[in-house]
């Protein structure tokens, strides 16, 4: 029973990162309606930049940590807005109007620009943040084996948690989430009814990419560095996981990738884990199959 608990203790924090990625990676894909692993990049992108400015606060400053970590995650945040309004604006934007097809292969374009700017910053440096926020919170005894979480992974889960919940509540709430699924739906038709569709597209595109920045700050605090390939593998990742719950709806994205993470833990507890990601992904594919929706052209 203990183990159990502990395993989904081990869920609730990879639960609440995947969901907030497949929130954020919604907002997007409402925009683009293509598959744009852009998203991944960005958020490796934040993790490295934190760590790269973390470590030169530290080493080359000389600040005491959490100095040196404000100092990262502000630069993580400036850095990863630019790039978002810089590839939604003058990359994505057109070519979702011209070729919506070519925004795939952009993406990929995208995704090798920040990989190789960070790294040839870090001259191929895999760069590490010191622990912090370590200490184990204890929820169950069990004779000799506890039920525990580390300080830091209840702080990123409930960030992540309520930036979920937050957004949530702007896009149901507000008139900007009424003009945001406006645009989703028919962006001719919200143009018609006054609303710059144009400036809609750039701002979900940075709001999506702000979610990614916080979830690689947070990602990148827990698991102490970002590699450098970690862009593409969050990119498929994130695209397949936000798969299980629909696009169509962020929180149900949210929900399904949340789902996903708990089967994914289940299964490093249970299951051999050499074949773990072979059977999630495979799920995650046969989902997306299974629910795609085909609609004739007139």
């Known amino acids: 029973m203990a183990y159990l608990l502990q395993q989904l203790a081990n869920a609730v924090p990879v639960a609440a990162l995947y969901a907030a990625l497949a929130f954020g990676y919604s907002l997007a894909f409402?925009?683009?309606r293509r598959a744009d692993i852009t998203f991944g990049a960005l958020f490796a992108f934040a993790g490295q930049i934190y760590v790269f400015f973390a470590h030169a606060g530290w080493n080359q400053l000389y600040l005491v940590l959490p100095a040196a970590l404000a100092l990262g995650a502000a630069a993580s945040l400036l850095y990863t807005f630019g790039a978002a309004v810089l590839i939604g604006r003058h990359v994505m934007l057109p070519l979702?109007?011209?070729?919506?097809n070519t925004v795939i292969v952009a993406s990929l374009g995208a995704l090798v620009v920040l990989e190789e700017m960070v790294r040839i910053a870090m001259e191929s440096r895999s760069?590490?943040?010191?622990?912090?926020?370590?200490?184990e919170v204890v929820f169950w005894t069990d004779g000799g084996f506890k039920v525990t979480l580390t300080a830091i992974q209840l702080v990123n889960?409930?960030?992540m948690i309520s930036l979920v919940a937050a957004g949530h509540l702007l896009l149901t709430r507000t008139r900007l989430g009424r003009v945001w699924r406006g645009v989703a739906d028919d962006p001719l038709a919200a143009e018609m009814c006054g609303t710059d569709a144009r400036a809609v597209f750039v701002w979900s595109y940075v709001a999506s990419a702000a979610i990614a920045a916080v979830c690689g700050v947070l990602a990148t605090s827990y698991y102490g560095t970002m590699d450098f390939g970690a862009g593409l593998m969050?990119?498929?990742?994130?695209?397949?996981?936000?798969?299980?719950g629909g696009?169509?709806?962020?929180?149900?994205?949210?929900l399904g990738a949340a789902a996903v993470a708990l089967a994914e833990t289940l299964w490093s507890g249970y299951g051999p884990i050499l074949w773990r990601d072979l059977v999630i992904v495979g799920g995650l594919v046969t989902v997306l199959v299974l629910s795609r929706q085909e609609r004739a052209i007139p």
């Open 157 to 159: 889960a409930a960030f």
């Open 247 to 254: 696009y169509s709806v962020p929180l149900r994205s949210a």
């Open 127 to 135: 760069l590490w943040l010191s622990p912090f926020l370590n200490r």
């Open 234 to 244: 969050f990119g498929l990742k994130v695209v397949l996981v936000a798969a299980a």
């Open 96 to 100: 979702r109007r011209a070729s919506p």
């Open 30 to 32: 409402a925009m683009t």
